[in-house]
Nanobody, 125 residues
Framework: VQLVESGGGLVQPGGSLRLTCAASGYGRSRACMAWFRQAPGKEREGVARIYTTGGSIMYADSVKGRFNISADGDRSTVYLQLSDLKPEDTAMYYC????????????????????WGQGTQVTVS
């Protein structure tokens, strides 16, 4: 399984971005996919997660109402719409995926996700 992220960039406070994570190697299997982020000097934290077929959506409290995660199962692609961005959203955003057919975890645990993308930088300034 390979994950390729895109869509990061520099945006002003209050602006929007859409991140894309394309997974290859899953075929038609259902998989739990998530977005994590890591700011300089801070631990990596979970932001949102979803099944590639949709459903089981969960958000971190810090992004509820501002970020929206969605999935295109036919393309094994997950999107993260970032809105009303704040300087504290500045971070490297990573796409992560679990083994196929594994249930999405109830918490954002990095070790539940065995596949990771290279990251895409989001800077709000």
């Amino acid at each position: 399984v390979q994950l390729v992220e895109s869509g990061g960039g520099l945006v002003q406070p209050g602006g929007s971005l859409r991140l894309t994570c394309a997974a290859s190697g899953y075929g038609r299997s259902r998989a739990c996919m998530a977005w994590f982020r890591q700011a300089p000097g801070k631990e990596r934290e979970g932001v949102a997660r979803i099944y590639t077929t949709g459903g089981s959506i969960m958000y971190a409290d810090s992004v509820k109402g501002r970020f929206n995660i969605s999935a295109d199962g036919d393309r094994s692609t997950v999107y993260l719409q970032l809105s009303d961005l704040k300087p504290e959203d500045t971070a490297m955003y990573y796409c992560a995926a679990a083994q196929p057919w594994i249930m999405c975890p109830s918490k954002f645990n990095m070790r539940d996700f065995g596949y990771w993308g290279q990251g895409t930088q989001v800077t709000v300034s």
